[in-house]
Nanobody, 123 residues
Framework: QVQLVESGGGLVQAGGSLKLSCAAS????????LGWFRQAPGKEREFVAA???????????YYADSLKVRFTISRDDGKNTVFMQMNKLQPEDTGVYYC?????????????WGQGTQVTVSS
């Protein structure tokens, strides 16, 4: 079983930045593929970004097309933590952000979820 605990959400003005963190425990962190999803009020949960296992030379990252310019996902295997830096936030970025993890190669249907952290962007 994998436990995921998000932090770093909050209230920010449009144009501002936030950095989300997700601490994982319960399995060897380096074995996990990790990512972030979000759910806006009244909408379905959507994919934001994912990061693969740390490679010898590089680590693969994936983004929703509309977010890859402003959001950056990263991982620190020494701290068992995945991060997401969010810049130039807009009101439409408001929602609950969920950390997700799986032992599979992709986050198509993550087996593990955090409880979510609220991000609110005011105009």
């Amino acid at each position: 079983q994998v436990q995921l605990v998000e932090s770093g959400g909050g209230l920010v003005q449009a144009g501002g930045s936030l950095k989300l963190s997700c601490a994982a425990s319960g399995r060897t962190f380096s074995d996990l593929v990790l990512g972030w999803f979000r759910q806006a009020p009244g909408k379905e949960r959507e994919f934001v970004a994912a990061i693969g296992r740390t490679g010898q030379y590089s680590t693969a990252t994936y983004y929703a097309d509309s977010l890859k310019v402003r959001f950056t996902i990263s991982r620190d295997d020494g701290k068992n933590t995945v991060f997401m830096q969010m810049n130039k936030l807009q009101p439409e970025d408001t929602g609950v952000y969920y950390c997700a993890a799986d032992l599979a190669e992709a986050l198509v249907a993550p087996a593990y979820w955090g409880q979510g952290t609220q991000v609110t962007v005011s105009s």
